[in-house]
Every structure is written in structure tokens, then in C-alpha cells.
């Protein structure tokens, strides 16, 4: 029996907004057969088997005797990881959704793109009433260097090779995606920093990639390279990050995930005119195909015993 | 022998701004064999037997009498097209660079993502420190609607069909583009813009489609629909786009052409809200690949007389 946890609060369904109805309705549709239970139903702790969720408070799976595996609803898995009430060897599945992917690399090309084409300066002249060509560098020599090579940064170094951009990415192991630059480890990352024009982090958030984008790795940067930030707020050390602004090693920012979300409104990032603000949508999770990716590993546990490839808890993802 | 006329004043090459200085060893380069004046060199006019043009004054070419064809460097032509001094029998022929069809389609790739992504409404929320969530439509449920199938149009419409947009096309003559929908005439622009979320613009400017995006056609536009103009100012009717924008009939209207450029500082576009300005730079011509072009024209008609395909002059593209 499965238990659908979110971070909707358990006393008031009528407050609830991270999405548990909506959730709950694409996934029955996609697997009938399932009794699917919230905070908000009557069930026994002891019959629930599987656990799907979307960022539950700390302790959520701890009155769950019988729990089995855990399929997390979002690609980022952090919180989840982070909450000791949770056994250790209950396998963390996380979604790995294609269409997500997709999704993020669509926002990656739209960002790249913007800055490539230098929308944030055409739209301080647009606010001062003045018409000037900024230039138009050649997509083949804009250099853009992409953090994580997963399911969602190879996604994005396709459509931004496609686009005719030079597209180098880093990641923990090389990576053969036509048309895109392998770098691997420390000395990889700080050769791949020195020929980006545009870096954009898809990494996963992790212990060892925790404010990755600090001045160590601004520092190496080409003076006035541009920053794509679709990770995780964590990836960013933001004050680092105001004093690469500052001294123009980094010309703008465009960020959608942040340390706290919302971002807090006295936030200095608000109000910067080289970062562009976006409020965590570069992939909202399709509830459609998500649900149907959740079903699909329901039923190959139910029929075959398998439980999907689970997050390595060494590695974080 | 070849004369290259820009719009640079005639009296003072150190003036020059229209980039006859470049053009010149672009095109020197291209072709060694070749003679180049320009209005600051000595020349016979009996010489000159091509004319290399971008956009110089009306009867700049009225003194030469023995001029056989005209090359402009520009792929509109609708202002040598206007010049009453050249005479009718002499063909121009306009450049045709596919990698500038290249340029623009990424243009329009970039404004499209941008709309899509709801990046004017994001800003707006940045301005006031809110952070909300706008919503997304999928990529595969955003009707693009292309105005002009030439070189450019189905360029853009290729590369917004590869992001997975659904894409249709306006034409004169009915067009086969994997993915892409093909209407014509009258009646099919209607039923075009009956479908169609963000308007893209890439027609040539001709009689017959001066104000082709006046009331008529954003009345047939559903509502909240979004506009893109990367073709020629004149073909927008900018009191009707303004009282468009008033209804809401359209939500957002990038544009990169104006009927006057530079963009008057007192035009009320510059201040409005749901205006995106770009100073007419969505595909700056590429010198080096745009003067390789025409030495092959010039080569071709010195080896065999032949001149390329010319501007027609009654469809004026």
C-alpha cells in the first residue's frame, strides 16, 4: 500500500498547496489497482509499503514499520537524505523523467540564448530610450561551459550543441555526447572555467558540490563570462557571487534556484541589475508523466520484486 | 569594375559608420582580382559595371552609365527598390546568406523561449520582489506562427520545430517543412492566426504586406497571444499594436524594427511595459561570409555572364 507524503501540512487539507491533490488524482489514474493514502486518510502504518513523495518534513517516514522503498517525486533528493529518522538501507528512488529533462534543457537554451544575445544590456538601454548595437558574438565561438552531465546537463549540452554553440561539460566521469567537450575532476574543471563564456550548473546537490560556484572557480573564468545557475541554491556562494559582479569577472547572473526559496524579498539579489531573478521553474514536474514513471516502477516491484536503481547515499544522487 | 556604396556621408570617409571600411577589405579579400572604389577613391563612372550596395541615398547610383547589375549586401531591398533613378532593367540581386538565416532563426528561437518561458512577466516580479510562480505551457502545446517561409522564415520555423514547439507557416506558395504546418493566402492567415500563441514576423516588406500586423490580423489572434517583429517596422501598425496591448488582445510584442530607426527617444514603446526593444540586431550580416558570397556572384558572371537570381520587382523580394 502506498503513502503519498508532501510538504502540505498534515492538520488542514484545506491549506494545502505543494501540489497533494493534484498528485494524488495523476496518480491513481496512472495505477487504479494502487490504495493510495495521504496524512489526511485512515490508514494502517503497518500496511504501507512504498512511500512516494515530494519534500515531507524531517521524521514524515518514521511511523512506517513496514516500509520497503521510498520513490521521491523530484530529481534533487537532498532534503530527503538529509533526514536521520529514515534506515539506511531503504532504497531512495528518485524521478528521473525524460520530459523534465527536456524541460530543463528548454530553459537552459532560453538562458544561454538571452545572454548570448545580450537581452539583460538591451533591456538597460530600453530603460534609458537608447538604441545601440551591443555586437553580435558567433554562436561557435560562444563558449559554454556546462556543471553535470546527468540525464538533465546532457539534455542541455544536446540542444545547446544543436544551437551551434561550442559546448563543453564537466562531470565525475567522462562523457562521449557528440559535438560537447568531456572535462572530468578538479584540474578538468579549472581548464573547462577558463575557456566558458557561459556556465550553467545542472549538477546535483551534494556535499562535494556545495558552493561549487565560488571565487575559486569564478576567478578562473574569462573576465565578464555569464552564469546560469539551474541546480540548486547551494551550488552559489552568494556573496562570492555579488563580488565577482562587482569587479565584472562575472558580467551577469541568471538564477532560478536560491540558499532560501522564496528568495527572502530584502534579498540584495532583487534588485541587482546584473542578476536576473527566476523563481524555481526552469523544470516544474510534469504530474502527468511523472505519474506515469511512478506507476511503471509500482508495478515492476509488484510483479518482478525490482525496485529501480536507488540514489547511492555516498554519492547523494 | 566594382563600386561599393554604403550610406557612409560621401564628404568625409572619417565619418564613416556604416562599415565601408570593412566591407571593403572583407570583400578585397574575398576577391584579390577585383577592383573596388568607393565614393572616396578615383574612378572612371564608365568602369563600374556592379554596384555593391547597403542602403546608400537614392541616386547614388544615377551616374553610372554603363552599370550592369546591382549586389545588395542587404537582404531587404525595399529601399533600393524605391530609388526611381536606377532603371527598371537592371537586376539587383539581394544576398541570400544562409548563415544569416542561421542568425535570425536563432533570434527568433531566443524571443520565442523567452515568451514562452514568461520572461517578461518574470521581470516585472523581479522589479517588485515577488516571487510567483507563472506557470508553464508545454513546449509541444505553444503555437508558433511564422510569417514568411522564404530563407529566414523556414530557417526559424526548423529550428522552433527542433525545440518542439508546434509550428505553422504563412507563404505565398504552399511550403514542405518536416513538422512545420503550411498555410497560404488570405483566408489561411486568418486561419493561422486563429491558432497561433506567439506571432513570429519574418516576411519581406513589400506593397502587400506593409501593416500586415494591424487590427485585422491581432483581432483573429487568440486572446493573451504574443508578437514577435524581426522583419521590417513598417509591417507592424504601431497605433493598432499599441491598442492590442491595451486589451490584452496581445499580452507581450518583442520588437527589433521600427518605422523609424534609431527608435525616436520620445516613442512611447521605449517606456511600455509589455514592450521588448532589441535596436534592430537580430542578424547583423556577417561580413566575412556575406563578401565570400558575392565574390562567388561576381566570379561566376565574369567566367559566364550568369547573374543570379534577381529581386523581382513586382513581388519586390
Chains 1, 2 share one sequence.
Not at 241 to 259: E, N
Request: net charge negative.
Amino acid at each position: 500500500m502506498i503513502l503519498l507524503l508532501t510538504s502540505d501540512p498534515r492538520d488542514d487539507p484545506e491549506a494545502a498547496d505543494a501540489g497533494t491533490a493534484d498528485w494524488l488524482a495523476h496518480l491513481e489514474e496512472a495505477m487504479p489497482e494502487e490504495t493510495i493514502h495521504t496524512v489526511w486518510t485512515d490508514y494502517d502504518p503497518g500496511d504501507i509499503d512504498i512511500a512516494v513523495i515530494v519534500q515531507p518534513p524531517p521524521g514524515s517516514l518514521a511511523h512506517l514499520p513496514n516500509l520497503v522503498w521510498i520513490h521521491s517525486l523530484w530529481a534533487g533528493v537532498e532534503t530527503i537524505l538529509a533526514d536521520e529518522t529514515i534506515p539506511p538501507d531503504i532504497p531512495i528512488v528518485r524521478l528521473q523523467d525524460p520530459h523534465m529533462a527536456d524541460t530543463i534543457a528548454e530553459a537552459a537554451a532560453m538562458h544561454v540564448l538571452a545572454l548570448h544575445r545580450q537581452m539583460p544590456g538591451y533591456r538597460a538601454l530600453q530603460n534609458e530610450h537608447t538604441w545601440k548595437d551591443l555586437g553580435y558574438a558567433e554562436t561557435s565561438e560562444t563558449r559554454v561551459g556546462i556543471l553535470g552531465l546527468g540525464l538533465m546537463g546532457s539534455a542541455a549540452a544536446r540542444v545547446l550543441a544543436m544551437l551551434g554553440f561550442a559546448v563543453m561539460g564537466w562531470s565525475t566521469t567522462p562523457k562521449n555526447i557528440d559535438g560537447v567537450e568531456s572535462f572530468v575532476g578538479e584540474s578538468g574543471l579549472a581548464d573547462m572555467a577558463a575557456k566558458t563564456d557561459i556556465l550553467v550548473n545542472l549538477l546535483p546537490l551534494t556535499p562535494a558540490t556545495e558552493r561549487i560556484m565560488s571565487s575559486g572557480l569564478f576567478d578562473r573564468l574569462p573576465t565578464g563570462a555569464r552564469i546560469v545557475n539551474l541546480g540548486r541554491g547551494p551550488h552559489v556562494d552568494d556573496d562570492d557571487l555579488l563580488g565577482a559582479l562587482d569587479t565584472g569577472r562575472v558580467a551577469h547572473a541568471s538564477l532560478d534556484v536560491f540558499w532560501e526559496e522564496p528568495l527572502p524579498a530584502d534579498h540584495p539579489f532583487w534588485d541587482h541589475p546584473l542578476i536576473t531573478i527566476t523563481p524555481h521553474v526552469a523544470a516544474p514536474t510534469g504530474r502527468l508523466t511523472g505519474s506515469r514513471i511512478v506507476a511503471d516502477n509500482v508495478r515492476r516491484y509488484r510483479a518482478e520484486g525490482i525496485i529501480p536503481e536507488a540514489v547511492d547515499r555516498r554519492l547523494a544522487y
